[in-house]
């Protein structure tokens, strides 16, 4: 059971940042011997909810151990030309590399034609400036030669919406899995509209600069209605088979609202739950012997060396439930030690 590796997460890890909400967090090691840790930031001066979806930009952060903790280096992929897919909001970082060096960060962009949400100004969900940044989400890619950049963005989006399909709405959460031959096989999260249920596709490129071509028409992972609801998936490849960790939004999976999912394929397509699927529980133990009930625990990924996996990286915050956005006042990035 996956989620029996997770070990006591130390408290004073992860990553947090001053005057900034945090969100996120995939880490890799670097040629300098020294983790580093890409993720969402955006400022507190606005609310945590909607402005992810309007403000956040990707930063990367570094350490001298895997569990941090990690301190600001740099933003990574600032605000551009709106006129980019890109353009105002970078989210959703996940780091990899493939074969000749190169540094592959993929991530969720989005733009919009309406002015950039301020302290003054901040708006609510409900918000145009917000429904529009959802539904013009897209997965792009990144790639550096470093670490340290510089970082080269494509002009067009990598996952494009389908209209009248079931991922009409946007591209979003991108699972990377950079394989052995230097293809990629990527998991994303889509939706037909803005009040539908979540669901995951799957493409893959056969190598970082060739194109993305979606392997099956139909979302993969389906469940029944009511728990047909998924996201934030982490893809890798054990050298047998992928394997999948996601968020579970009902409960009816893996038996806890908001807990992980733990899946298994032969081939990225046909997946099955894994015989004990639940990945983790919201329940976190920590490293001073305390336990928490965390409100939230999203976009989980992992830190995989020698193609084993060794660390587990979450969004967390200290709000009092999973809805309740008004009551936050710190999110950050933990660090769970896997056995």
């Given at each position: 059971m996956f989620s029996d590796r997770l070990l006591a997460a130390p408290v004073n890890g992860g990553f947090a940042m001053d005057g900034h909400w945090v969100w996120c967090g995939s880490a890799i090691r670097g040629d300098d011997g020294r983790y580093h840790l890409f993720a969402s930031v955006w400022s507190q001066s606005l609310p945590f909810w909607p402005c992810w979806v309007t403000n956040s930009r990707i930063v990367r952060a570094s350490a001298d151990q895997p569990q941090g903790p990690y301190v600001f280096e740099e933003t990574v992929l600032p605000a551009r030309d709106p006129s980019f897919w890109d353009g105002r909001m970078t989210h959703n970082p996940s780091i990899h590399r493939a074969s000749d060096g190169t540094y592959l960060l993929f991530y969720t962009g989005s733009t919009y034609d309406a002015p950039v949400p301020t302290a003054e100004d901040p708006g609510q969900w409900g918000d145009a400036r917000a429904?529009?940044?959802?539904?013009?989400?897209?997965?792009?890619?990144?790639?550096?030669?470093?670490?340290?950049?510089?970082?080269?963005?494509?002009?067009?989006?990598?996952?494009?919406?389908?209209?009248?399909?079931?991922?009409?709405?946007?591209?979003?959460?991108?699972?990377?899995?950079?394989?052995?031959?230097?293809?990629?096989?990527?998991?994303?999260?889509?939706?037909?509209?803005?009040?539908?249920?979540?669901?995951?596709?799957?493409?893959?490129?056969?190598?970082?600069?060739?194109?993305?071509?979606?392997?099956?028409?139909?979302?993969?992972?389906?469940?029944?209605?009511?728990?047909?609801?998924?996201?934030?998936?982490?893809?890798?490849?054990?050298?047998?088979?992928?394997?999948?960790?996601?968020?579970?939004?009902?409960?009816?999976?893996?038996?806890?609202?908001?807990?992980?999912?733990?899946?298994?394929?032969?081939?990225g397509i046909h997946w099955r739950l894994a015989d004990l699927p639940m990945a983790y529980s919201r329940t976190v133990k920590w490293d001073n012997g305390s336990t928490t009930r965390q409100a939230h625990f999203e976009r989980p990924q992992l830190l995989i060396e020698n193609g084993r996996p060794t660390y587990l990286f979450a969004a967390t915050s200290d709000a009092n439930s999973e809805t309740d956005y008004l009551t936050i006042t710190r999110t950050w990035t933990m660090v769970i030690p896997l056995a």
């Open positions: 429904a529009l940044a959802r539904a013009n989400q897209r997965v792009g890619l990144a790639t550096a030669p470093s670490i340290n950049g510089p970082w080269q963005r494509r002009d067009e989006a990598i996952i494009q919406p389908r209209p009248g399909k079931w991922d009409g709405l946007m591209s979003t959460n991108p699972a990377p899995c950079v394989l052995p031959d230097d293809s990629i096989l990527l998991v994303y999260k889509s939706t037909a509209n803005q009040t539908d249920l979540l669901r995951l596709g799957v493409s893959k490129a056969e190598h970082y600069n060739a194109d993305f071509k979606r392997l099956s028409d139909e979302s993969i992972l389906n469940f029944d209605q009511t728990n047909d609801h998924v996201e934030d998936p982490y893809v890798w490849y054990d050298g047998n088979q992928f394997q999948l960790i996601m968020k579970d939004m009902e409960g009816g999976i893996c038996g806890e609202q908001y807990g992980g999912i733990h899946a298994c394929s032969p081939d």
